[in-house]
């Protein structure tokens, strides 16, 4: 089993729909999470920290579940700027400091 | 957040020989790390580069094929030993800075442009 596991897609929707990524991950003491975006040929760029309570940017939401080991975003409203690979990470912490471990990414195409 | 800058932005070499990149960040960082991100793959750590001691490879990397300084707090640099085709990859460095109040552990990883590697 993969350490952290994604839907690969290619998820393809309209502008202003609303898309949920998933992402579930196997090490329980597992202790920060994140949502990073790659755009082609770039470096991957922090979108959000995924918090226990849940958290809020703008038309991003994310959601940490520690229970199930499983992490999601919500994008609503769809911009054709949002097409990019979306990567979730994770940091086990402990011993295991500072090393983050990606998913294999979720990739967006918004159309007109 | 942090600026951080790569050299080379992308290189073509010959099998054999070998190639440093270097990763300068704008602020003072305890940790500095090196990924690789092989075509159509997602990221994986191959070390941590700890200033004043040696770096911490992750399972399947070995200092002679890839060494590593860290000879201050905004400096580090990766080199790519005996290349061979398998080697041809983007190679990113990242700093980890700061920590979001009231939720420890919470650090956050910046990433440089990457080093994009060809080995014919």
């Known amino acids: 089993r993969k350490e952290v596991e994604q839907d690969p897609g290619p998820f393809n929707v309209p502008e202003g729909a609303t898309v949920a990524f998933n992402c579930t991950y196997s090490?329980?003491?597992?202790?920060?999470f994140f949502w990073y975006r790659q755009d082609c040929r770039k470096e991957p760029k922090l979108l959000m920290s995924?918090?226990?309570s849940g958290n809020e940017d703008g038309r991003f939401t994310a959601q940490l579940n520690r229970a199930s080991q499983y992490i999601s975003l919500l994008i609503r409203d769809s911009k054709l700027s949002d097409s990019a690979t979306y990567l979730c990470?994770?940091?086990?912490?402990?011993?295991?400091?500072?090393?983050?471990?990606f998913g294999q990414g979720t990739i967006l195409t918004v159309h007109p | 957040s942090a600026v951080i800058s790569q050299k080379p932005s992308r290189d073509i070499c010959q099998r054999g020989t070998s190639l440093t990149i270097q990763c300068q960040v704008d602020?003072?960082?305890?940790?500095m790390f090196w990924y690789r991100q092989q075509p159509g793959q997602s990221l994986t750590l191959i070390a941590t580069a700890n200033q004043g001691s040696e770096a911490t490879y992750e399972s399947g990397f070995v200092i002679d094929k890839f060494p590593i300084s860290r000879p201050n707090l905004t400096f580090s640099t990766l080199t790519v030993s005996n290349m061979s085709p398998e080697d041809s990859s983007i190679y990113l460095c990242?700093?980890?800075?700061?920590?979001?109040?009231?939720?420890?552990?919470?650090?956050?990883?910046?990433f440089g442009p990457g080093t994009r590697l060809l080995v014919l």
């Open positions: 602020s003072q960082v305890t940790m």
């Open positions: 990470v994770v940091n086990a912490g402990g011993t295991s400091y500072g090393k983050l471990t």
């Open positions: 090490n329980s003491a597992s202790q920060s």
């Open positions: 995924v918090y226990s």
């Open positions: 990242s700093v980890e800075v700061g920590h979001t109040p009231g939720h420890p552990f919470q650090e956050t990883q910046y």
